[in-house]
């Protein structure tokens, strides 16, 4: 409810939320016209299993965590440089819960240009996120089922178990789950504030 209001307060004395950057803090940014990847995005078939669960969850019932919320658009603005209202707009278009003030408030939270957001450089890592929230799996089990049969081990990070694994549990890469969309490490690097000190945020 805090949140709600707080999100209230910025709509109610800031130009509209949801087309303009309540800061400068990411002027900087070239986004990048990906249509391709904004679509594997909104169909949850980006290669990383947490955000694909939560994506196929949004579509399928309108709703999905707010720890996924944030993974998935952490996903679309930092590592595929996607515009944050290209994500506002999806979920507006999905949200059962969508509301017009706390809708754009988190994605510029998640962004880094909304009041008191967090910062551009904070990156969210949806393997180490999923292996944290998600340990048995169960989550990504339940909406992405061609991964059912993974090992707990490799569940959140398919792209990087053996062969042998990956046959055994009846996975092929590209063909009946996608391999992901974007080089992890290289796009969170390109990514974020280049800051002396802060590179513990990288990955959190």
Same mark, same amino acid.
């Given at each position: 409810m805090i949140w709600r209001d707080f999100h209230y307060h910025q709509l109610y004395h800031r130009k509209d939320i949801a087309r303009y950057d309540m800061r400068d803090a990411i002027a900087h940014i070239e986004w990048q016209e990906n249509k391709k990847a904004l679509s594997a995005w909104t169909k949850g078939q980006t290669g990383f299993p947490i955000v694909d669960a939560g994506m196929r969850q949004l579509w399928a019932t309108g709703w999905m965590h707010n720890r996924v919320r944030m993974l998935v658009a952490s996903l679309l603005t930092k590592n595929l440089l996607i515009d944050w209202r290209h994500g506002e707009e999806w979920f507006w278009d999905t949200l059962v819960d969508g509301d017009i003030a706390s809708n754009p %408030?988190?994605?510029?939270?998640? @962004?880094?240009? %909304?009041?008191? @957001? @967090?910062?551009y450089f904070r990156v969210f890592n949806p393997v180490v996120q999923g292996e944290r929230f998600d340990a048995a799996g169960d989550y990504v089990r339940e909406w992405v089922p061609e991964l059912a049969d993974m090992p707990n081990k490799w569940i959140h990070k398919p792209f990087e178990a053996p062969d042998t694994v990956l046959e055994k549990a009846g996975v092929v890469l590209g063909k009946t789950y996608p391999k992901p969309i974007v080089d992890l490490k290289s796009s969170s690097r390109r990514a974020r504030n280049s800051k002396k000190g802060e590179e513990d945020d990288l990955f959190a």
């Amino acid at each position: 409810m805090i949140w709600r209001d707080f999100h209230y307060h910025q709509l109610y004395h800031r130009k509209d939320i949801a087309r303009y950057d309540m800061r400068d803090a990411i002027a900087h940014i070239e986004w990048q016209e990906n249509k391709k990847a904004l679509s594997a995005w909104t169909k949850g078939q980006t290669g990383f299993p947490i955000v694909d669960a939560g994506m196929r969850q949004l579509w399928a019932t309108g709703w999905m965590h707010n720890r996924v919320r944030m993974l998935v658009a952490s996903l679309l603005t930092k590592n595929l440089l996607i515009d944050w209202r290209h994500g506002e707009e999806w979920f507006w278009d999905t949200l059962v819960d969508g509301d017009i003030a706390s809708n754009p %408030g988190s994605w510029q939270w998640v @962004a880094g240009c %909304g009041m008191d @957001a @967090a910062p551009y450089f904070r990156v969210f890592n949806p393997v180490v996120q999923g292996e944290r929230f998600d340990a048995a799996g169960d989550y990504v089990r339940e909406w992405v089922p061609e991964l059912a049969d993974m090992p707990n081990k490799w569940i959140h990070k398919p792209f990087e178990a053996p062969d042998t694994v990956l046959e055994k549990a009846g996975v092929v890469l590209g063909k009946t789950y996608p391999k992901p969309i974007v080089d992890l490490k290289s796009s969170s690097r390109r990514a974020r504030n280049s800051k002396k000190g802060e590179e513990d945020d990288l990955f959190a």
